[in-house]
């Protein structure tokens, strides 16, 4: 790309061009709210027993004989591939290096975000192959899609983070894609983002990548970049994930160490066995990052769903998954790492009422339980196999809801109001009063979806549901985007990396 | 009606059809789960103070001689229609002689219901001119609709109450209407329910009703109805409510004193003022019930919702609202009363994503708060113009899934599983694990609406949303509807007494 094609109008007009489009920094939400804990000492208590119990008895399998040589180095009892653990060493491990909150920096130090303690980031859905939106429907997920989903996310600006694999751009190949998908969160957006998980090689380009963003000896003291390494549940890790986490941990990059639970067929259909179960692999994957690099930042993360018994589908927005992300918020907190989970989950092909119903039962409960890093916060569809473009505004809207309600009740004097009780009395309206007039214009959360109008108003407008009004939404914003500005030094090695990278090994769909 | 022709087939026929249509019986939900409470002490005993200084500076308006009365004797400041409270006053009155708790009888003992402390009740949606199906779209409601949301209550099993005034039976006299409530609330359901409010006569007609059905004194020791008392907020209680209350204490039937709340019009823009107006006004109301009779049963009550500051219109499922039904939850508990509030509101015109967000935005908050008495809980629309016969299907499920979520975590050996873990073991699915066989029917739990299908056999079954299945289920529910059997003398003492009360006086649109 030519650098003088960026520079039309110079700084000020790009300044200018920017601060229309780009979204208000709320970098991240800072909960004021408590967290609603269901499980009292006693049960977290035992739940920790009992991983403690899978660990010491039944053992994890590491198919990654590095990891099988750092823990019997730290003590474990390794036979073959099975590692067993003596009682609290994985707990001691994390507790004497892990930091208990940890910032990931942004390219824009204006949206950095912090992971752990009483903050809350949000981050778009991660992995769909499929896309899907009111016009065009369902279908495979293009390089285009993901672009435009990293624009949308840029500019909401409840969404506090850019995310990783918004969709899966199916037209490039396997093993070439992540280039385009990290270039793309830099390019489109200054928030901050993930990385490649699914190749160790693919996590060091990532890893590179970031060099060239933010240099390399800042990236190597900071946290640039969060990645997604799922275990293999139950009790199993496997090498490609545990190689790109070992890639970021010794580059001092985050690793979420996340259990894949679907109650009932990766975990026992209870929540209480589910939880122990989730906490003895999370509790050996962060371990792991500790061993590679002391002091790496590491998060205890899980995705958590229950399955239809009957059709063996995966099933969302049901209690039990609730209950296990407020169990499993709990024993981080207790652990004292950040946690990972939740998110605006559902089942539903389409965005109608049981999509919302099942996205709002996620994400409620996530919020309550205090969880410190929400993937899959806006746009998950249909079981995660496609991302939707009308949800991504939709679910957007409903974390704007979640900042105000995390930020709880103000009590100070004018939140108290007794001067507008006392102004207005019995019988009248406090339309007028002076603290309405004060206040009208924060008072309340304003949806940017909801219609409130009369029937006959609705109906005049054409009878529209939420889906049609979310599409009108990210059609003008996609008009309305303007790309955040990138140093044309920066962006021009990116692509000469990127390009010299790609033409060193051939096309793969692997 | 004649008596024989409810005998056809004898008793046992009958029980079997009864059978074959009867909800399955759990009357009430007890929550095993904590409240969660946003305030901390500090917050909440500012909020107890302030409404002590509303109650003692400001004052509450009553447009009701016997109130007065009442609340001079009992000394507080009357000055013509303004009554202060000396600080305390209400609270003492109230914490004397009102019950923390208080069983609501049904005419099926089964379906007796607990009001207060660990037990959460749900009825259904109150009030509607309008109706709502996805046949015939919106339409002023008759009086066939309320017997059919009637009897659709009764057979939902989440729902616990058959409610009140489920829609307003448009064609039928406003000034006798209440007659042919009360009767299909007590004929096609069994139950309980809610009586007359809009009259003191018509309250009068509801315990005259009761006391056929229940026997004279029973009902005098018994609470037999459940009556929803509004304050005219701000800091105002009118004739009509209070009159119906009256009678209603006087005959030791249930109060709820619910200041009606849309923040920005009745109260201020802010929640912790709001909160201290609705203690206010709901600490008086609570105080004249016990000045009526003392030790009759009465609730705290409140329905708060925001408004649009543009558009003047309420608004529903957004943050402000959950904050004050969290806040009056725990206000209610220390005051040591039963609470009411919540429900699965919605500001949307149809069973859309709008309503399904808005309505779980406004249950789980409920839910988590520890609300008591909820009514509105099922098929709710359109600010509360329009009852949705396709969202009461909708909601109830929601509801359902609620009381699995209130159980909490199984920790019982069964719900630890760690023989299912130990059985599985690493790598393994648990599918067909001795733990999963033992456990399947009831592990999860499993959403009459949600369609879990993959993508493929959703379009093959026609692509339909959520409402088209609900219109399918209220469909064959309403034609396998079997009434629960009711005495046929008693069916003909109360239709006698109908005709006779009907004849009585000339039909009134007032």
Wanted: glycine share 8%; with cysteine; aromatic share 8%.
């Amino acid at each position: 790309m030519p650098r003088t094609s960026r520079k039309r109008g110079g700084r000020h007009a790009r300044q200018e061009r920017e601060q229309a489009t780009a979204p208000a920094v709320t970098p991240f939400i800072t909960r004021k709210i408590p967290e609603y804990v269901l499980l009292d000492e006693e049960g977290l208590s035992l739940i920790e027993d009992n991983a403690d119990t899978i660990l010491q008895e039944i053992g994890i399998e590491y198919h990654y004989p590095p990891a099988l040589k750092l823990f019997k180095q730290a003590g474990a009892d390794v036979k073959g591939e099975l590692v067993r653990f003596p009682k609290g060493l994985c707990r001691k491990i994390i507790q004497d290096s892990a930091p208990r909150t940890f910032e990931q920096k942004a390219r824009n130090p204006a949206r950095n975000v912090m992971i752990g303690g009483k903050s809350t980031v949000f981050a778009p859905v991660y992995g769909p192959p499929f896309v899907r939106d009111l016009d065009k429907g369902r279908r495979y997920a293009m390089i285009e899609d993901f672009r435009n989903l990293v624009k949308l996310t840029w500019m909401l600006p409840s969404l506090h983070h850019s995310g990783g694999t918004v969709c899966e751009p199916t037209d490039l190949p396997v093993n070439k894609r992540h280039f385009d998908m990290v270039y793309s969160h830099i390019k489109y957006s200054d928030k901050p983002f993930m990385g490649s998980v699914t190749h160790p090689q693919r996590a060091q380009d990532t890893v590179d990548m970031c060099k060239i963003l933010f240099g390399e000896e800042f990236v190597d003291q900071n946290t640039v970049v969060i990645n997604l390494i799922n275990a293999n549940s139950p009790m199993t890790f496997d090498e490609t994930m545990l190689g790109a986490s070992e890639v970021y941990a010794r580059n001092n990059q985050a690793s979420i160490i996340s259990p894949f639970i679907l109650s009932g067929a990766m975990s026992p259909v209870a929540a209480a066995g589910t939880m122990a179960q989730i906490l003895a692999e999370a509790l050996t994957g962060m371990a792991f990052t500790q061993l590679v690099r002391p002091g790496c930042p590491v998060i205890f993360g899980t995705f958590s769903s229950s399955m239809s018994m009957q059709s063996g589908a995966p099933t969302f927005g049901t209690p039990e998954p609730a209950l296990v992300i407020n169990g499993c918020a709990a024993l981080a907190r207790r652990l004292g790492v950040p946690f990972r989970s939740g998110g605006s989950l559902c089942g539903s092909k389409i965005t109608d009422a049981q999509a919302a119903y099942e996205s709002a039962n996620t994400l409620l409960p996530t919020i309550m339980a205090g969880v410190n890093f929400v993937l899959h916060a806006a746009g998950w569809l249909e079981g995660g196999l496609s991302s939707s473009y009308e949800k991504l505004i939709m679910d957007a809207d409903q974390l704007g809801m979640m900042q105000v309600f995390a930020a709880g009740t103000d009590l100070s004097e004018n939140g108290q109001a007794l001067s507008a009780i006392r102004e207005v009395g019995p019988g009248q309206h406090f339309l007028g009063c002076s603290h309405t007039q004060e206040n009208f214009k924060t008072a309340f959360y304003r949806s940017s979806i909801a219609d409130n109008n009369s029937f006959e108003q609705w109906q005049l407008e054409g009878s529209h549901d939420a889906t049609v009004r979310a599409n009108k939404i990210w059609k003008q914003m996609l008009n309305d985007y303007q790309p955040p500005q990138l140093d044309p030094a920066i962006d021009e090695a990116l692509l000469e990396f990127i390009a010299k990278r790609k033409a060193s090994f051939a096309d793969s769909n692997i």
